[in-house]
Every structure is written in C-alpha cells, then in structure tokens.
C-alpha cells in the first residue's frame, strides 16, 4: 500500500508543465545508468536491492543480538558517524516515546540508546563514561571504513571502560561491531577478540547503509519492526522505478529540485512539523549533501522543525534572499489525540481553540505557513505521509534514496562518492603527526 504521495501545487507559480517534459531525457537517462549500472559509482548501488536480498538468517542474527542486548544493557552505546549512525538515530527518534531516555529503568521497555562517536569532544565523552559508571553497558560501534577518528577514539576509551568493568571475555560479550567484511582496522580488532560482527556489504556507501546492520541493529535493540521498515522500502524501490516522469512521483521530485536549482533556488530546506523528524531531517542532509555537493555543485541541503524554527529562521524563509525551495513532510493522519482543554474564566483567550486536537492547530500553522511561503517566491514540495508508520518510513528512505541517486546523476556528478571529505582528514592528521613530534623533541 502506498502511503506517500507528493503534492507539486506549490510549485505553480514557479514551474512551467514544459519544464517538467524537458527534463525527461535526463531522468530517463539517470534511470537507465542505475538499472544498466553504467553511470559513475556503479559498484555501489546495492542499497537497491537491500530489501530484498536481506537473508532470513541475518535478519534472525539480528533479531537474536537485540534480544540478547535487551537483556544484558540499560544502556546500548551506538558508536558511529555520518552515514553509521543517522539513519538509525532518526528512526528509533521516530518511533520511541519522546522522553524514553529520561525514563527509569524500570519502566523502560528497552535499553537506553544514546550515541558517541560521532564528534570529538572531551566534554561529551567524559560525560558519557561519567554517566555510565554505575549502568550494565552493551556497545555497538560502526564504520564501514573501520578508520574513521571519531568513532576509533570513542571506542577505545569505551572498550577499557567495559575490559574494566566486565574483564576482557566479559567486555567482549558487549561488544558488537559492524563494518566492511574485510578492510579496515576495525574488522582487525573484532577478529582478534572474537566480536560479534555485521557486514556493511562493499556495494553499500555509508549514507546509503541505514538499511543494512548498520540501522538495523540499533532500531531491533529500541523494539521497532525493522521487517516493516524493510518491506516499505521494498515497495518503493519497485514504486519508484517506474521510467515515466510524469507518475513516478520520485523522479518528478528529484526533476523538480534540478529545475528550481536552474532557477536560482540552491537551497532546500526540509522541514517538518514533528520534532522527532530532526534526526531524520540530518539523515538527509547528510544523504544529499555529500552525494551531490561536488565538482563546485550541488544544492545545500538545509533543515528546519516546524513550528519551533519559524521563530528563528522563519524570517528568512518569508523575506531574506529569495534562493530557497522548501520540501515540507506532512503526516496526514496524527494519532496523538491530545485537545486543548476549555477553561471557565478563558483567561488566556484560547476558549476558541477548546477541544481542538493540537495536531489540528500544528496543520492549520503547516497550511497557514505552506501558503505565506509560497506567496514569499519560496517554492514548496509537500510529501504526504498517510500517517506516521515504520512502513512509510521504510518507504520515504528508499524515496529519498533513489531521488538522491537521480537528482545527482541529472545534475552531473557520482553521488556514491565523497572526495571533499577527506580534505579535513588529511589537514587534521598532518597537525596531529606534527604537533606529537613537536612534543616528543
Ligand atoms: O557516506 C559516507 O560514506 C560517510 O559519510 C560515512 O558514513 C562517514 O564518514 C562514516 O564513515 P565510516 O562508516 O567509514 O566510519
């Protein structure tokens, strides 16, 4: 059942029906180098088929893991960066009880999850091992490279801190480890010390891995049905392979994005007027930022949470430099079901609202701020979920998946690659090789 569908109204006024015809060419081309696998990054598409060529046998291997993890953790440590742990992160974001993390053990259903790895601040680790002193503590640290600084340096400091308190068979135990099959430090260490390990499979890019272990693994140990999220992506790789511009709704978006660009708008803001899509919004800032900002392209891929940031960046987006397009995520059916209460004495004013849902005040601010934006020349996309599911999730990544894949191939370049990344490695090696040899003269 399809439970996305975009609406492109609010690109009336900016877009032509010809400009649309077009870009067929493009996309058709763009669809046609993915199928055939002849466009640059070839060998990495297989986050197409995830979904499908998931075995039994490692979807029980997870399964089994999370529960063995359910059982042994009040705190389940996700060690990872960019691609390793976003996608993850906005799922169990999407799925769990606002204040989960804030709740006693004993009323949780599942281990805290909490996440390192992912910067390089002293403040946060000294926390973080501060935090977790007294707590039963499970790891699962991630890096397709298995090199990456981030997480190499928070998993040493937190493998000592579990070979301290479990011993070393004890911490091992703990211990769990997704990365490439064969290269990589990473996979050196967990060999060594007998770890349990997922593939990160070669075809997969990082940012395209939240369907593998790698976001698997994490949502399993927060209870969400990662066999929904699978079969919803399944669907949509077959949705969305349609070679028709006109009703394949994910070319038309990712054409839509490369006409606005041409038009000026090189900023897409994604906004949505749930709070728990924020990680999900980071997910795909990552997603298409480094797979098409490069070769000095690329449309900056921005985020806002409605209505919190419509009073901060809500200014801009009505009035500022008129080079934005907004893409507004839209759960048609909320089931929160919370009303605003009557009061006698209306002290407040607020009695016109009485027993009015506040989804319904949320949707009236989504179509109130949807209209003034469009009037304020900021072109807007509205992706509709029918409701808020792990099925239509799984469907939206793959969406956003294969747009991004398209989107990049029309404008020119590899969105499987990320050659600018490594500009800041190298600088940040060099001043740390250096500066050491400069302290041991
Ligand atoms: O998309 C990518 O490949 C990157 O952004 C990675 O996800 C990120 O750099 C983390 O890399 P790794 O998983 O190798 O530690």
Redesign the pocket.
């Known amino acids: 059942m399809q439970g996305i569908s975009l609406d492109f109204v609010g690109l009336k006024p900016f877009i032509q029906d010809y400009e649309l015809k077009l870009m067929e060419s493009s996309v058709f081309a763009a669809h046609d180098m993915l199928e055939r696998k002849t466009g640059a990054g070839r060998n990495m598409l297989g986050w197409m088929e995830l979904p499908s060529r998931i075995s039994e046998e490692e979807i029980n291997k997870i399964k089994a893991c999370a529960s063995k993890i359910n059982k042994q953790a009040d705190v389940f440590i996700v060690v990872?960066?960019?691609?390793?742990y976003?996608g993850s992160k906005a799922v169990i974001d999407l799925f769990t009880d606002t204040f989960n993390n804030l709740q006693k053990e004993s009323e949780r259903k599942h281990p805290q999850i909490l996440f390192a790895g992912n910067n390089l601040s002293g403040k946060y680790l000294r926390n973080l091992i501060e935090y977790i002193q007294d707590k039963e503590v499970a790891i699962n640290v991630?890096?397709?490279?298995?090199?990456?600084i981030?997480?190499a340096v928070a998993f040493r400091i937190l493998k000592l801190f579990l070979e301290e308190k479990y011993g070393v068979a004890g911490a091992a135990e703990r211990i769990y480890v997704t990365?490439d099959s064969s290269k990589?430090v990473l996979k050196k260490i967990s060999d060594a010390n007998d770890y349990e390990t997922f593939v990160?499979p070669d075809d997969v890019?990082?940012?395209?891995?939240v369907l593998t272990p790698?976001g698997l693994l994490p949502m399993a140990v927060a209870g969400i049905d990662f066999e929904d999220i699978l079969d919803g992506a399944m669907f949509a790789a077959h949705v969305y392979n349609q070679r028709n511009i006109e009703h394949n709704e994910c070319y038309k978006y990712a054409a839509y994005r490369n006409i606005l660009q041409k038009k000026g708008k090189e900023i897409e803001i994604l906004a949505s007027y749930e709070p728990s899509f924020q990680y999900f919004i980071e997910w795909f800032k990552?997603l298409f930022g480094?797979s098409e900002g490069k070769n000095l392209k690329g449309i900056f891929p921005a985020g806002v949470n409605f209505t919190t940031d419509l009073h901060s960046m809500g200014q801009f987006i009505q009035d500022g430099k008129r080079n934005i397009f907004e893409t507004v995520i839209n759960i048609k059916l909320n089931k929160s079901f919370i009303k605003l209460p009557k009061i006698a004495c209306d002290e407040d004013g607020l009695n016109y609202l009485a027993d009015k849902e506040i989804d319904y005040i949320n949707k009236q601010a989504f179509l109130g701020t949807l209209q003034a934006h469009v009037s304020g020349e900021v072109p807007n996309i509205v992706i509709n979920l029918d409701e808020l599911n792990t099925y239509n999730i799984g469907q939206l990544i793959m969406f956003f998946e294969k747009a991004c894949a398209i989107s990049g191939y029309i404008s020119g370049v590899n969105p499987f690659d990320?050659p600018g990344?490594e500009a800041y490695k190298k600088n940040m090696m060099d001043l740390l090789k250096m500066n050491d040899s400069i302290n041991n003269l």
Do not use: A, C, D, N
């Not at 890019?205 to 891995?209: V, W």
């Open positions: 990872g960066i960019g691609g390793s976003l991630i890096s397709k490279s298995g090199t990456t981030e997480p990365t990589g990160i890019g990082g940012r395209y891995s790698v990552q480094e990320q990344v």
